[in-house]
Structures are given as C-alpha cells and as structure tokens.
C-alpha cells in the first residue's frame, strides 16, 4: 500500500500527502486533486496517459526548474521519479505496474462501443484456440450445410492449421478470418468470370446434333475422297490420251502434206513433158511414155495414201473429242467434288469446333459448381468464425465482468452485461446502453471496470476521479464496496477526488483536504 505521496513542483503543488487504504482526496476546484491522482499514476507507471507517455509530456506539468514524485510504501520502498532541463530519472520499480492505461472516465465514454469494448476485450487473458476442435467444427458446419468436398474447401487454409502462437487465440483467429475473407473475394470473381464465358459460348452455340452425324461426315468425307482419286486418275489418264490423239493428228496432217506436195509435183512432171532445147517442140518418144506410165502409177499410189491419211486425220480428229470431253467432264467433277469436300470439311470444322465449346462449358460448368460450393463453404466460414469470435469474447470478458460487477451492482443495483458488442445493464425492464448512462452510473460502470482490470496487478489500486458525480447515497454504497474488495484481498488501495461537499463518510475513509497553495 502507497502510504505517503511526495509532490515537487508538480502543476504548482509542493507537499506530501498521506494515503490510507481508502482515501478520498476533498478539495474546491482548481486547487490539485487531480494533481495527486496523476502523480500517484505517475509514480506507478513512470506517466499519466491523460498526459501522455512521452517524458516531454509529463514535463509539461513542471512549475518549477525540476520536478519530482515520489511514492512511498508501507514496506518502506520509495519510487522516486524527477525531471530537470537534461530529460528524466527515476529509481528501480520492483512492482509490475497496475494496469493505469485506463482513458479518463470522460474519454472512456467518448469513444464507440466497439473501441471500448476492443480496448477492454484487449486486457482479457484468452484461451489457446484448439486447431483440432476447430477444423473438426468447420467440417461439421460445412457438411451440414451442404457444401460437398470439404478438403478442397478447407485446403487455402492449411497453413493456419497450427497457429503462429497459440497463446494469441485472438490474432490467429482474426488472420483465418482475413485468409477466408480473401478466398470468398476470390471465389466470388471467379464465378463472376465463368457465366460471363460461359454465356459467350452460348451466344456462339449451333443447333444440337447427335454426335453420330459428326461420325457420318467423317465418312463420308472419306468416300468422297476415294471418288475423287478415281476422277482424277480418269482425268490424268484422258489428259495423257487427248495429249497422244493430238500429237497423232499432228503427224498425221503433216504426213499428208507431204503427200499432196509429192502428188502435185508429179502431176506437173506428167503435165509439163520435157521440150527439145533447140526448138521447143516436145520430144515423144517410147521412154517418155514408159516415164509418164510410171508417174502416173505413183501419182495413184500417192492418191492411195492422201485417201487414207484423210481417213486417219479424221479418226485421230475423232479421239481427240472424244478424249478432250472426257478430260472436260473430269474436271467438271473433280470441281463439284472439291465443292462437296469443302462443305463437308467446313462443316466437320464447325462441329469440332462445337465439339470443343461444348467439351470447354462442360467444364467451366463443373468449374462453376466448384466455385459455387467454395463460396458457399466460406459464407459459412464466416459464420462459424463470427460465432466462435463472439463465444470466445464472451468466456474471455465474463471473468472480468464478474469481477467489475463487485463494485458496480453494490452502486446501482444492477450488473454490466457484454452483448452485440456494446456493454448494457437493465434498469426497470429497459436495456441501457453506455451513451446514455447517468452520471452515478458511468462512474460505478468505469470504477468497476478499472478495478476488474487491476485485479491482475500488485499492488492492486484504484484510482477514481470525480467522485462528485455520485450521489451521496451512492457514494457511500461504492466506497463500502470498495472497502469490502479491500477486505477480501482482491484490492490493495483506493484513492478517489472529490469537490467540497457535506459528505459524511465512514470512519474507514481517509479524507485529505486539498486548499490552495499561496
């Protein structure tokens, strides 16, 4: 217990002030009871946090070249703390301080609810989460809802399986919670891309046809392709013929030409005997006459031959019409086979194609399925952690309620209570929230808290502010209170600041009158 403490300089206070079990600090305004509840804080903590945690800022309260506070114990122990210019000193402190980083009672109503109860849920001892019980829960929720291959769902979170420290039940939950977060984002994106392709493939769909017409074309390509082999070996065939029928014809006709030349020279010769030289007159002789027999013999055997070369010229002429049509009518069925083909094949594309399309939905169907299973099995994710957040905020802020209401329902007959989120207690059938709190109320529900949040600590002191708030009725019930907490061990000390007053405490109260200093 803090016996005795020592003011030099501090915010103009310049004395020593002793402390009981139960003090209340009495003064008029302005003249230093807060001082003496902020140097006992300082004292403790090495600073205020009214003040602030920086040295700088305690200095601030200097009103003199050095400033000290000192505590003194019934032990005997002295903590000395002292700024000058050069910075801050202080002497070894053995104790583990209380937990004094508790906002003024006017902050600690400022803030939200859910920033008051943070702070609050933050001083609370949590219990290990059990990976096991935990996975085994998930699986159980997941199955229950619907959501089928739970593995698969639960893989991205294998890595948290084992948590990164065991002792911070709180941080390894809200890092799951983030993982699982992050997967619904993801799965939710991607679903978000699978019927946006899948409604493309759609939008390019042709008519359904049975697979075995696929087959057919297939085949028939093939058969098509066979007759097409055939026609252009027909084709080849009638070009090399046509080719030889007009080559024929070529000879043939050059041939008779010879022949019509060889035939009008002989005739010449007969028609044109030879003439004597010196007269003129034609010479008729026996050998003449044997000579034009034999030419005229020739001239019918050339005749023969034109007659026949004629003949040839006209079955050679034949043939090559013959061939030529039948090279024509080959390429005429070689161009509607290639047409036939052409449809057939694009046609064979289109349905691969299709084929494919229909190969790619199928999976991006199973695709969808899978994505629509993962977010459903992180909704419920979600669900368990919130659940489980709040159960474990429950069983880790119930031992520090319970522990806060000792001070608080002697008060106002009535215990705090941690629901949604928010700290409320019920008062004529009404659930009363923070914000609207009278000012006896906030003051009990603030000493409580600050008390269940020292019970950890030693020494265990409790230091209150504007006990004028209270009533006196209600003053005098919190201060029994706070003399049977200090009874049953659970804390050491109590120094409180209150206005002038007629108060009449009870002879366990120490009252020290504050006045102000000329």
């Given at each position: 217990?803090?016996?005795?403490?020592?003011?030099?300089?501090?915010?103009?206070?310049?004395?020593?002030?002793?402390?009981?079990?139960?003090?209340?600090?009495?003064?008029?305004?302005?003249?230093?009871?807060?001082?003496?509840?902020?140097?006992?804080?300082?004292?403790?903590?090495?600073?205020?946090?009214?003040?602030?945690?920086?040295?700088?800022?305690?200095?601030?309260?200097?009103?003199?070249?050095?400033?000290?506070?000192?505590?003194?114990?019934?032990?005997?122990?002295?903590?000395?703390?002292?700024?000058?210019?050069?910075?801050?000193?202080?002497?070894?402190?053995?104790?583990?301080?209380?937990?004094?980083?508790?906002l003024s009672l006017d902050e600690f109503f400022k803030i939200t609810s859910k920033e008051r109860a943070k702070y609050l849920i933050s001083k609370c001892?949590?219990?290990?989460?059990?990976?096991?019980?935990?996975?085994?829960?998930?699986?159980?929720?997941?199955?229950?809802?619907?959501?089928?291959?739970?593995?698969?769902?639960?893989?991205?979170?294998?890595?948290?399986?084992?948590?990164?420290?065991?002792?911070?039940?709180?941080?390894?939950?809200?890092?799951?919670?983030?993982?699982?977060?992050?997967?619904?984002?993801?799965?939710?994106?991607?679903?978000?891309?699978?019927?946006?392709?899948?409604?493309?493939?759609?939008?390019?769909?042709?008519?359904?046809?049975?697979?075995?017409?696929?087959?057919?074309?297939?085949?028939e390509i093939a058969k098509v392709t066979t007759e097409r082999l055939k026609v252009h070996g027909n084709q080849l065939n009638a070009t090399k013929v046509?080719?030889?029928?007009?080559?024929?014809?070529?000879?043939?006709?050059?041939?008779?030409?010879?022949?019509?030349?060889?035939?009008?020279?002989?005739?010449?010769?007969?028609?044109?005997?030879?003439?004597?030289?010196?007269?003129?007159?034609?010479?008729?002789?026996?050998?003449?006459?044997?000579?034009?027999?034999?030419?005229?013999?020739?001239?019918?055997?050339?005749?023969?031959?034109?007659?026949?070369?004629?003949?040839?010229?006209?079955?050679?002429?034949?043939?090559?019409?013959?061939?030529?049509?039948?090279?024509?009518?080959?390429?005429?069925?070689?161009?509607?086979?290639?047409?036939?083909?052409?449809?057939?094949?694009?046609?064979?594309?289109?349905?691969?194609?299709?084929?494919?399309?229909?190969?790619?939905?199928?999976?991006?169907?199973?695709?969808?399925?899978?994505?629509?299973?993962?977010?459903?099995?992180?909704?419920?994710?979600?669900?368990?952690?919130?659940?489980?957040?709040?159960?474990?905020?429950?069983?880790?802020?119930?031992?520090?309620?319970?522990?806060?209401?000792?001070?608080?329902?002697?008060?106002?007959?009535?215990?705090?209570?941690?629901?949604?989120?928010?700290?409320?207690?019920?008062?004529?059938?009404?659930?009363?929230?923070?914000?609207?709190?009278?000012?006896?109320?906030?003051?009990?529900?603030?000493?409580?808290?600050?008390?269940?949040?020292?019970?950890?600590?030693?020494?265990?002191?409790?230091?209150?502010?504007?006990?004028?708030?209270?009533?006196?009725?209600?003053?005098?019930?919190?201060?029994?209170?706070?003399?049977?907490?200090?009874?049953?061990?659970?804390?050491?000390?109590?120094?409180?600041?209150?206005?002038?007053?007629?108060?009449?405490?009870?002879?366990?109260?120490?009252?020290?009158?504050?006045?102000?200093?000329?």
């Amino acid at each position: 217990m803090i016996t005795k403490v020592g003011l030099l300089n501090f915010k103009g206070l310049n004395r020593e002030i002793p402390l009981g079990p139960i003090t209340v600090i009495r003064g008029g305004n302005m003249v230093g009871k807060t001082a003496v509840l902020s140097a006992v804080r300082i004292g403790l903590l090495g600073f205020d946090p009214d003040l602030g945690k920086q040295h700088v800022a305690t200095q601030d309260a200097m009103s003199g070249k050095v400033m000290g506070v000192t505590l003194t114990f019934a032990s005997g122990a002295r903590f000395e703390h002292g700024w000058d210019s050069k910075g801050y000193t202080v002497t070894p402190n053995t104790f583990t301080p209380a937990p004094l980083e508790m906002l003024s009672l006017d902050e600690f109503f400022k803030i939200t609810s859910k920033e008051r109860a943070k702070y609050l849920i933050s001083k609370c001892p949590t219990a290990p989460v059990n990976v096991d019980d935990f996975r085994s829960l998930l699986v159980r929720e997941l199955i229950s809802e619907g959501v089928q291959n739970t593995d698969a769902v639960l893989k991205p979170l294998v890595e948290f399986w084992q948590p990164l420290d065991q002792r911070d039940a709180a941080k390894w939950m809200d890092l799951v919670a983030t993982k699982v977060a992050n997967e619904l984002t993801f799965n939710k994106r991607r679903l978000e891309e699978h019927r946006a392709a899948a409604a493309s493939l759609a939008a390019r769909a042709i008519d359904e046809t049975p697979r075995e017409i696929v087959q057919d074309q297939s085949a028939e390509i093939a058969k098509v392709t066979t007759e097409r082999l055939k026609v252009h070996g027909n084709q080849l065939n009638a070009t090399k013929v046509l080719a030889e029928a007009k080559a024929a014809v070529a000879r043939i006709t050059a041939d008779g030409r010879r022949v019509y030349k060889d035939i009008e020279d002989l005739k010449k010769e007969l028609l044109e005997p030879p003439k004597c030289s010196r007269c003129g007159v034609v010479i008729v002789c026996e050998c003449q006459k044997d000579a034009a027999a034999k030419v005229e013999i020739e001239i019918a055997s050339k005749d023969k031959l034109q007659t026949k070369l004629i003949s040839d010229l006209k079955t050679a002429n034949l043939r090559v019409e013959v061939e030529a049509g039948v090279a024509n009518q080959a390429a005429v069925d070689l161009a509607a086979i290639d047409e036939k083909l052409n449809g057939l094949r694009v046609l064979q594309a289109k349905w691969e194609q299709e084929r494919g399309r229909r190969s790619v939905t199928a999976e991006q169907s199973v695709k969808g399925d899978e994505y629509e299973n993962a977010i459903l099995g992180y909704k419920v994710i979600v669900k368990v952690i919130a659940e489980e957040n709040v159960k474990r905020i429950e069983r880790s802020i119930t031992p520090l309620l319970d522990t806060a209401n000792l001070i608080i329902k002697p008060v106002i007959n009535t215990t705090l209570k941690y629901e949604d989120g928010e700290f409320t207690f019920m008062r004529s059938g009404n659930v009363v929230r923070m914000k609207v709190m009278s000012g006896t109320e906030r003051l009990a529900v603030f000493a409580g808290l600050q008390f269940a949040l020292s019970a950890g600590s030693t020494p265990k002191i409790l230091i209150v502010d504007e006990l004028g708030r209270m009533t006196d009725g209600s003053l005098g019930r919190f201060l029994k209170a706070i003399s049977d907490q200090i009874a049953a061990g659970t804390l050491t000390q109590f120094i409180g600041a209150i206005p002038l007053g007629p108060e009449v405490f009870a002879d366990y109260v120490s009252v020290v009158d504050i006045k102000r200093q000329q």
